[in-house]
């Protein structure tokens, strides 16, 4: 049992280029969400989806894309990255969006 | 102002000392999250609330959902706890997070 997993857990890119963070999770949940974690700003809502073939945008959406084709897996894609991108990058799941978390270990991602 | 707001910022404390920690939100939720985050590490979940307390080994979690304020408890701190604590609301499908606690234990 892998519980929630994600990759890379380091991606350096140069602005413009695209790339997809993975996260998979292997227990069934039907929430899954992206958040992006800045120093002196906690954590902030990406993407989020309650089920297969359902997305919805959080706080901070804007240059990134997300799709749910099955339930484990939920990536989430850069199309053209900006500097202002650099951060943290971590998926978690729960069976309900009010459930108990369970986090990826984070992708650090540096946008030069 | 923010939607969750979480105090105190930082905090030092010596080993075996009792720490409180505050989480107070300004939206309906239906669950708050506390999370505990090492230094380089990831996220763990420590407690889950949508109403009274609970508490697991030295850790003990309440919230007053009228006063929309929860608490973060850790009886005798111990190095190890040296941690980020982080407060987060759920409301509707969405999760707001507070900037997090740093907390540092000292033995």
């Known amino acids: 049992n892998a519980g929630v997993t994600q990759t890379p857990k380091f991606q350096v890119l140069k602005t413009g280029q695209s790339m997809t963070l993975q996260c998979a999770q292997d227990?069934?949940?039907?929430?899954m969400s992206w958040y992006r974690q800045d120093p002196g700003m906690g954590l902030r809502l990406i993407h989020y989806?309650?089920?297969?073939?359902?997305?919805d945008q959080g706080e901070v959406p804007n240059g990134y894309n997300v799709s749910r084709s099955t339930t484990e897996d939920f990536p989430l894609r850069l199309l053209s990255a900006a500097p202002s991108q650099t951060s943290v990058y971590f998926c978690?799941?729960?069976?309900?969006?009010?459930?108990?978390?369970?986090f990826g270990e984070g992708s650090r991602l540096t946008v030069l | 102002k923010n939607e969750v707001e979480q105090s105190p910022q930082n905090l030092t404390a010596q080993e075996g000392e009792f720490i409180t920690i505050n989480c107070s939100y300004s939206?309906?939720?239906?669950?708050l999250h506390w999370l505990q985050q090492h230094p380089g590490g990831g996220i763990v979940s420590l407690f889950m609330?949508?109403?009274g307390k609970k508490k697991h080994g030295r850790l003990i979690a309440t919230i007053n959902i009228q006063e929309k304020h929860s608490s973060l408890h850790i009886t005798a701190s111990h190095p190890r706890d040296s941690a980020v604590y982080i407060c987060?609301?759920?409301?509707?499908?969405?999760?707001?997070f507070g900037a997090g606690t740093i907390l540092r234990v000292k033995s």
């Open positions: 978690a799941s729960s069976h309900r969006a009010g459930g108990e978390l369970f």
């Open positions: 227990m069934n949940h039907e929430y």
């Open positions: 989806s309650v089920g297969a073939g359902i997305t």
């Open positions: 939206v309906g939720i239906s669950a």
């Open positions: 609330l949508s109403s």
């Open positions: 987060a609301v759920v409301g509707g499908n969405k999760l707001v």
